[in-house]
C-alpha cells in the first residue's frame, strides 16, 4: 500500500516539474526522410579548388548514357582535352587525392598534361561502375562477333563528339588526345577505327589487341591461368567482383593440386561467367579469337590519327599488342603517323610515380619514366592539340637495354626475316650445352618433362591472391635465372664468353625441332644475358642470368593456330615461334644463354602431353610424363637473333638512315 500510495501522490508532482521544460521545446520533425542522408553527389573538393570537377552522363547513340568525368582547369579557355576510357572506375582514376590542386588531385599520368593547360577526362567503358548499358569483356568490334551495333569505336566517337560541342564543354579547343595502359590501351585503340575528326593524337600503351596469341590471356595457345582471377574481378559485378580465393599460399601447389585449369574454374563457380565459358569452348584460335584481334582490324581499316604505340620490354601481361600493330600497320602503308615508344619497363611501370630509375634489378642512368612523360608523350600530344611546337617524333623510340641509353631510329625493325637493315642470323644449339653461330655435328640432347613436377616460373612460394600486382609479378620477366638453371627437365646452352658487343635489335625467333613420347605438349624458349660471374660493385647481379625474352608454344598449334594435331610420337617436328622484341647489345665478358623446357608454372597451365580436345577438361589420368629429345646440327634447333652492327643508334637524338 505504502508503494502505490506514493506512487499516486508523487506523479503529479513530477508531471509538474517537467512540464515548464517541455514548453519550451521546439517541434519536433523525424530525421529519417526519404532519401536518407546519402545525397545524389557529393564531392569533397575544397571550395577554392583550382579546378572544377563535373560529372556527366553522356548519351551515346543508342541512348544509353556513360558516366564521364570532366576536371576543368578553372579560367580555362581553349584547351585541348585528354581523355581515358576505363572498365576500372572512372570515379577512382580520376582521384588520387581530394587535394584542391589539380596537379595533386588527379592520377600521376595526368601530371604533365596538367601542368600544361590540359583538360582531362576519365569515362567509365558501357555497363561498367556508373555507366549505364550492358558489358561485355573485350568487347569486340561491331561485326560478325558484335550485331549490336556499338562498340569501344563508337563509344569514343560519340563522347567525343559530346565533348567538342560548344554548348557542353565551352573551355575546349575541340581537340582531343587519347591516352591509357593495358585495356585502357584497348580501349584507346579502339578509337581508332573509324575515328572522330576531332581524335588528333592517339598513345596506346601496353594494348590488349590478340589475346590468344601474345597478350593477356594466352601465348602462342598456352593458356595463363593465373589471369583467372582478373577475369572474375572484372567480369563478376558491374563494380570489381571479389577476387577467388586460390586456397594456399602456393599457387604452385593450389593449381598442380586442382588439376586442369578447368578444374580449378569450375570449383570457383567461373561456369557463372560468360566471358570464361566463352575462352574455355575456345582453346584453339577460332574465329571469336581472330574476329576480335584488334591489330587486324586496325590493319585493314588503318586511320590517319597520329599514334605512339608504347611497348614495355619486360611486359608481363601484354608483350604482343603494341608492337604488331605497329608493325602490321606501316605494313599496310602508314608509315607516316605510327610510332614506336620500347621502353625498359614491366607492364604500366610509365604509370607509377618516380618508377622509372629501376626496373627489377636494374637500374638506369636518369628517369625514364619521367623522360617518357616530359620528352616523348608530352611533345608530342602538344604538337597535334595545341599547334606546336613541333615535336619530331622519330619512327622508333627505343631504349638500348645494355647500354642504358635512349635512342631515336628511323625504321624498326633493324633485324628481320624480310625487309629490314639486316635478315636474322641464326645461333644454334650445339653438343655439350653450347651455343654457336656456325652449326656442329648432327647429335640430340634430352630431357624428362613431367606435369606432376613443372618447372615454376618464379622461386616458391608465389601466390596471385588479392591482386595482379602482387610484388614479385610485375619484375619476373626479370628474375634470376639460375633458380632453374641446372634442373634435369631444363637443358641450358651458353656461348663462349664474348671478347666483343652483340646487339640484338629486334624480335628473335625460336625454331626447335624436337622428338617427344607424348602426343601434345609445350616448348618455352628463353634468351639470356649471362652477367660476368663477378661483379664487386653490385655483388647481387654477379653470375645473374636476365631474361631478355622468353616465351611457349603449345605442340598441338605446330602446324595450325586454328585446328589443332595430335604431335606423332617419337618423330621430329618443326616449332618455330616468335619471341618478344629485344633492343640490347651482350658486352663484352657476358655469354648469351638459351633455356629450353616444357612448363612454366604456374603462370602457364600444364599441358597433359596427352593429346585431348580440349585441355580445360583434361582428367587428372590424362597428365603422364613424357621425354623431349632436341635435335641438333645443321637441320637441328636454333634461335634466329635480330643481329646489327653494335654501333647502330647513336643515342644522341638524331634519327639514322633507315628505310623512308
Not at 500510495?5 to 526522410?33: E, F
Request: aromatic share 10%; with cysteine.
Amino acid at each position: 500500500m505504502k508503494g502505490s500510495k506514493w506512487t499516486a501522490m508523487t506523479l503529479p508532482i513530477a508531471l509538474l516539474a517537467v512540464a515548464p521544460a517541455s514548453a519550451q521545446q521546439p517541434s519536433m520533425t523525424s530525421i529519417v526522410q526519404p532519401g536518407g542522408d546519402i545525397p545524389d553527389d557529393y564531392s569533397p573538393a575544397p571550395a577554392h579548388a583550382d579546378h572544377d570537377r563535373r560529372v556527366v552522363m553522356v548519351p551515346m547513340r543508342d541512348g544509353v548514357k556513360l558516366q564521364t568525368i570532366i576536371i576543368v582547369p578553372k579560367g580555362a579557355q581553349n584547351a585541348p582535352i585528354l581523355m581515358g576510357r576505363t572498365p576500372y572506375d572512372a570515379t577512382a582514376r580520376s582521384t588520387r587525392t581530394t587535394s584542391g590542386s589539380m596537379l595533386q588531385a588527379l592520377p600521376f599520368e595526368n601530371e604533365e598534361f596538367v601542368r600544361n593547360g590540359y583538360i582531362i577526362v576519365w569515362q567509365d567503358t558501357r555497363g561498367k561502375f556508373g555507366s549505364e548499358g550492358d558489358y561485355s569483356f573485350i568487347q569486340p568490334a561491331v561485326g560478325p562477333l558484335n550485331a549490336s551495333g556499338k562498340d569501344h569505336s563508337t563509344d569514343a566517337y560519340d563522347t567525343i563528339a559530346w565533348l567538342t560541342d560548344k554548348k557542353n564543354l565551352p573551355e575546349s579547343n575541340g581537340r582531343v588526345g587519347m591516352i591509357g595502359s593495358s585495356y585502357e590501351g584497348y580501349t584507346t585503340a579502339m578509337a581508332l577505327i573509324n575515328p572522330h575528326p576531332a581524335l588528333r593524337a592517339a598513345a596506346p600503351e601496353s594494348p590488349i589487341m590478340d589475346g590468344w596469341i601474345g597478350d593477356d590471356w594466352f601465348h602462342n595457345g598456352a593458356f595463363r591461368q593465373l589471369m583467372l582471377g582478373f577475369i572474375a574481378r572484372q567480369t563478376g559485378a558491374k563494380g570489381f567482383a571479389q577476387m577467388p580465393s586460390h586456397g594456399g599460399s602456393d599457387d604452385y601447389e593450389n593449381f598442380r593440386d586442382a588439376g586442369s585449369a578447368g578444374d580449378w574454374a569450375r570449383a570457383r563457380g567461373f561456369d557463372q561467367l560468360p566471358a570464361w565459358k566463352r575462352i574455355a569452348e575456345n582453346p584453339a584460335y577460332t574465329a571469336m579469337w581472330s574476329g576480335q584481334a584488334a591489330d587486324k582490324l586496325l590493319a585493314a581499316n588503318p586511320s590517319d590519327v597520329p599514334t605512339l604505340w608504347v611497348q614495355p620490354i619486360w611486359d608481363q601481361e601484354d608483350s604482343y599488342g603494341a608492337i604488331r600493330t605497329f608493325e602490321q600497320l606501316r605494313a599496310a602503308g602508314k608509315t607516316g603517323n605510327n610510332h614506336l615508344v620500347l621502353g625498359p619497363w614491366f607492364h604500366s611501370q610509365v604509370n607509377r610515380a618516380a618508377g622509372g630509375r629501376k626496373t627489377g634489378p636494374l637500374e638506369w642512368d636518369g628517369d625514364t619514366v619521367a623522360h617518357y612523360w616530359c620528352d616523348i608523350v608530352l611533345p608530342f600530344f602538344n604538337e597535334h592539340l595545341k599547334d606546336g611546337p613541333a615535336s619530331e617524333t622519330p619512327v622508333a623510340t627505343v631504349y638500348n637495354t645494355g647500354e642504358d641509353r635512349w635512342e631515336k631510329l628511323s625504321s624498326w625493325p633493324l633485324a628481320c626475316e624480310a625487309g629490314c637493315q639486316a635478315p636474322l642470323t641464326p645461333i644454334y644449339l650445339a653438343a655439350d650445352g653450347r651455343l654457336a653461330f656456325e652449326a656442329g655435328p648432327t647429335g640430340s640432347d634430352r630431357y624428362v618433362t613431367d606435369p606432376a613436377k613443372p618447372v615454376p616460373f618464379l622461386p616458391r612460394p608465389f601466390s596471385m591472391q588479392n591482386s595482379v600486382y602482387s610484388p614479385a609479378w610485375p619484375t619476373w620477366l626479370l628474375s634470376d635465372q639460375r633458380h632453374v638453371d641446372g634442373r634435369p627437365d631444363v637443358v641450358t646452352y651458353v656461348s663462349d664468353v664474348l671478347v666483343s658487343p652483340v646487339r640484338l635489335s629486334g624480335a628473335p625467333i625460336a625454331e626447335l625441332i624436337a622428338r617427344t613420347t607424348g602426343t601434345d605438349g609445350d616448348f618455352v624458349v628463353k634468351l639470356i644475358d649471362v652477367f660476368p660471374s663477378e661483379n664487386a660493385t653490385k655483388p647481387e647481379l654477379g653470375g645473374y642470368q636476365l631474361p631478355l625474352s622468353l616465351d611457349i608454344m603449345r605442340g598441338r598449334y605446330r602446324e595450325s593456330l586454328s585446328h589443332p594435331s595430335p604431335i606423332p610420337a617419337g618423330r621430329s617436328q618443326a616449332y618455330k615461334f616468335r619471341l618478344p622484341t629485344v633492343n640490347h647489345v651482350f658486352k663484352p665478358g657476358h655469354r648469351i644463354m638459351v633455356q629450353v623446357q616444357s612448363t612454366l608454372f604456374p603462370l602457364y597451365d600444364r599441358n597433359p602431353q596427352t593429346y585431348v580436345p580440349n585441355i580445360f577438361n583434361a582428367t587428372k589420368e590424362d597428365f603422364r610424363a613424357a621425354t623431349v629429345t632436341l635435335e641438333r646440327g645443321a637441320k637441328g634447333s636454333r634461335i634466329w637473333l635480330p643481329i646489327v652492327t653494335p654501333d647502330t643508334g647513336n643515342g644522341t637524338g638524331d634519327a639514322l638512315p633507315g628505310s623512308e
